[in-house]
C-alpha cells in the first residue's frame, strides 16, 4: 500500500472513519476483517460508525491488520505560534 498521510483522531467519530477509509482502501470488508482480528462484523460496523468505545487492545489489533498503526503528536493549535 502507498503511503497513507496521518488523519488526527480527537473523537470516538473520527477513529471509526479513519479504520473504515483504510479498511475500504485495501477492499476488505467488516466481516473478513472480523475473521482476521478475531473481531465480530458488528463490532466494526459500531466502531466505524462511531457508537462504541472499545479497548485500545481492540482498536490496535484492527489497525494491525489494515497495516497501519496508532501514534500521538502535539495538536497544530497547540505548538505555539507567536
Same mark, same amino acid.
Given at each position: 500500500m502507498t503511503n497513507t498521510p496521518a488523519h488526527p483522531i480527537r473523537s470516538l467519530r &473520527? =477513529? !471509526?472513519?479513519? +479504520?473504515?477509509a483504510r479498511r475500504a482502501a485495501q477492499k476488505?470488508? &467488516?466481516k473478513q476483517l472480523g475473521e482476521?482480528? !478475531?473481531t465480530a462484523q458488528s463490532t466494526i460496523s459500531d466502531i466505524e460508525n462511531g457508537v462504541v468505545s472499545v479497548s485500545l487492545d481492540v482498536? +490496535?489489533? +484492527?489497525?494491525e491488520? +489494515? !497495516? =497501519?498503526?496508532?501514534?500521538a503528536t502535539d495538536r497544530l493549535a497547540d505548538r505555539g505560534t507567536i
Open positions: &473520527q =477513529a !471509526g472513519a479513519v +479504520l473504515r476488505i470488508s &467488516q482476521m482480528t !478475531g482498536y +490496535l489489533r +484492527l489497525l491488520a +489494515l !497495516g =497501519a498503526e496508532l501514534s
